[in-house]
């Protein structure tokens, strides 16, 4: 069960500080409404697909292809704030 978002909202309204995914904050940080805190540590955390051995599926290797290539693009996307976005002025 994913809460990170609760906690984020949490500290988005009371303050504080956490560990969130990138992809979760990444926008709070290009508005500026949440900052990094210079030398923290930072981790990845890896997931894991689980499934009944005897019933490999032939679409298995496709979706953890697939898998990985969202998590690629994801790592390498910039804020939303940063892409273009027609009508936004900034």
Do not use: C
């Not at 990138?22 to 030398?39: E, P, S, T």
């Not at 955390?45 to 051995?53: D, K, R």
């Amino acid at each position: 069960m994913n809460i990170g978002w609760l906690g984020l909202q949490h500290i988005l309204h009371h303050g504080g500080s956490g560990y969130f995914p990138q992809r979760l904050v990444r926008d709070y940080l290009a508005d500026h409404r949440l900052m990094r805190i210079a030398g923290a540590p930072e981790f990845s955390q890896p997931a894991y697909l689980v499934y009944a051995s005897e019933d490999r599926a032939a679409y298995l290797d496709a979706a953890l292809e697939a898998i990985r290539d969202l998590a690629r693009h994801e790592t390498a996307l910039p804020p939303k704030a940063a892409r273009k976005s027609p009508g936004r002025r900034r």
